[in-house]
């Protein structure tokens, strides 16, 4: 169906190739997943199977590309419009028209098809993805998962053969997500559509795919088996990890699958840790003398109508990682920034040191709370990361090269002469938090930092993160991505519609909460596991503890 | 039982709830918006701008657009407030009822014609008045065609010539409450880092980041236009596509000065009716021919139906009568100031703008979102009444 010939593709201004001597071809009813850390070359790939790269973004192709036996080389993007779907990144950007109904007939109306056809396709694209009861809804009123829905309906609705999707889950609460997921997946197997997806979080669709497509270094391309292919990689879902620990072959990839492997491993388990419950290393409680750095209490942020935070107490804790979860709308960035002071609250007090940051003027306000927002770029602005460094230091009142060794000390080797916004979303984010860390803030606030971010940033960020705790900071971060918060999060609060409708160690909040379970926890469940790393450190002893005994 | 949308009659009589053609409903308030341009009487402007509040008032949906009559109505006082106070002001001393005295500016000779204050009268107080009133009643009937018909189903009925212009339009429409939007989150932004969010340094810090972002959104969007078809069938002779746009162009500057002329009666006659006529021809044919290059469909297009032909009609209706109205007697539509006297209401214009009051029962009821007309309806389920 999609065939790549010897395919290189370089970027105008750039010395390397993205894509280097590809070879692939994805067949019919293939649901093919691609994976390749952030700038591998991922959106490239997905972009040229639509011709979008390069007649869209400029650049060299060399080889050939063929879907559906047209050549992309003679074929621009809307002359592939019928035979591939195609859905960006951010939808909401990539949206026409504002309405539910008139999106889903974009593409029908410029391939000229009679009415009659367009309400028919309409109305059954509405039904296959369950959103019939969106028809007339505004598109900007939807939430993510369902404006994503839409997003694959509009471009199915043209009847395409093949389905490209560039990482369709990755700005999705869990549920939305496996909302989505099961929508693909319905395509692929009832409609024997070809669906190509780009998707940092494997976890959340690994189990589905037929084949895997990995963009290595140098923009090298494997395809294969997705256990043959993820053998060769090192950054890999806890499910993968938790195999590789245990030495289960084949290497499962469900949780259904796990599961039958597992007992072995939860009986090992429970005699290295001689039936104790599991008590992981970062769940000590603080240390005594560290009393709360924030005291909320009574917070409340309506927007009009809506109510968008209802009455929440909330202490932070010097020295421990706090995350709040819950689905998106439920009001996590509200309390963040009505937190820092800078966003809306209606009542409710905070004190941090004695003192309210919302009564303070900005620039003293971020010496108590710093906030990393959603859309961190939006807080550079400068030319160079040199300049964004100093502007920091000047607004901080901070000795000159106090935010570049700050950012030395989070991540290696960003360069002073680059563009902030060419830095790789891991740099930015690091540059965002050195940034709002020059102010030395008493209590750090992240909203959603690991969007965008693959295996290997986010694990670097735990590592920031809690560093920053160990340093005595107060860290307090919104997210949707389970298996982060049960790397690094000691606490786990979770919010919906404006309250907090759980609170307690990390441990205890995920193992019993369906859709917030991280992957270990569903293998090993009941036994309190959350992290592969955790299970690693309790079996690490075993071995001496059985030769001691024999 | 009175209500008109639940009664099984109105379902009989072929009025089933749904949206009325956009360009009817602009046919219809360009109608009551010259009826007002021809007159200053404070009395019929009254009554045009009751009538289309009345029909804006039965037959708007609940659609965000249809939000925004308040708004002409806020702006229509303001034009007339701003109005008197300038010429109480700037002096206006015909007439000879005096209200009140200001103490006057004496202004340098230069200056000749010129006064600041000076003795007000009431007939210059009505006049800026009655002329601020027939402005804002402009204004209104513009608003109210605004709020009636859905801006993007009037873009969506433009002829397939002027497609290109209507798809920008509407991008431009969608692109304005983005900026909006992106202006606040960097505000906020900037506040994080310190930043007052005031003074030239912070706009510049403001700006950069929402064009970067504004940048990236329709860089995204274009992409996505192009990967769903938009400009798949554009391959038109270069021959075809200038001849097209000359007609259409010269044709509506043909109208522009045709209509220039019928309404000036002191330009030559050649360029008031035979221009406009040919003006008319001309872009009509540009249309013509630059809709048939064009291989594309419109999804669910609105019908035009007798309703819409009627609608459209009382506007035109109210115009005309209005136009007889003031051939027939020209003094009641601009009661005189000196000597004062009261306005009256002209019959013949009367009934115009009342014919154009129709519409809030003769367009079709709006079609509401299915659940809330399902949880209207549940009151009247037999089971469930009291």
Redo the contacts between chains.
Sequence with gaps: MIRFERVTITYAEATEPVLRDVDLEIDEGELCLVIGPTGSGKSTLLGAM?G?VP??TGGTLLGTVTVDGRDTRTH????L??V?G?V???PL??????AV??EL???????????PV??KR?EEILDLLGLA?LR?R?LRTLSGGERQRVAIG??LT?HPRVLVLDEPTSALDPTAAEEVVAAITRLVHDLGMTVVLAEHRLERVIQHADRVVRIGPAGAVVIGAPAEVLATVSDVPPIVGLARLAGWQPVPLSIRDARRSAPRLRERLLDASGGVEPRRATAEPPAPAASAVLDATGITVTYGAVVAVRDVDLRLAAGAVAAVMGRNGSGKSSLL?AI?G??PRLRGTVHVAGQDPAAL???DA?RLV??V?Q?A?????RETVEAECRQ?DR??GAPDGTCRSLLDRLVDGVPDAAHP?DLSEGQRLALVLA??LV?DPKVVLLDEPTRGLDYAAKRHLATILRDLARRGHAVLLSTHDVEFVATVADRVLVMADGDIVADGPAADVLVASPSFAPQVARILAPGRWLTVDDVAQALAPAPVATRVAT | MADPRRSPGALASGRLPRALHPVAWWIWAIGLATAASRTTNPLLLGLIIAVAAFVVSERRSDAPWARGFRGYLIAGLVIVVLRVVYRILFGGDYGDHVLITLPEIPLPDWAVGVSIGGAITLESVLAAAYDGLRLATLIICIGAANVLADPRRLLRSVPSALYELGATLVVAVSVAPQLVESVGRVRRARRLRGGSGRGIRASIGILIPVLEDALHRSLALAAAMDARGYGRSAHVPAKTRRLTGGLVIGGLIGICVGAYGVLDETVAPILGLPMLLAGAAAAIAGFAIGGRRLDRTTYRPDPWTVTETVVAATGVAAAVLMIAAGLADPASLQPSLVPLTWPGLAPLATLGILIAGLPAWLAPPVRLPTEIALARRAPSVPGARP
Excluded: C, K
């Excluded at chain 1, 950007?93 to 504002?98: E, K, M, R, S």
């Design positions: 639509n979008l007649h869209f621009p993007p809307r002359e419009a019928d591939v195609y960006g990144q951010d950007a990539g949206f026409v028209t504002d109904e008139e007939a974009y593409s029908m109306e410029h391939l000229a098809l009679d009415p367009m309400r309409v009861h007339d505004p509009a471009a043209a920034w820092q800078t966003g003027v900005p620039a971020r710093g906030l927002p859309d770029d939006d807080l550079l602005y920091a607004e901080s916004r940034i709002q102010a």
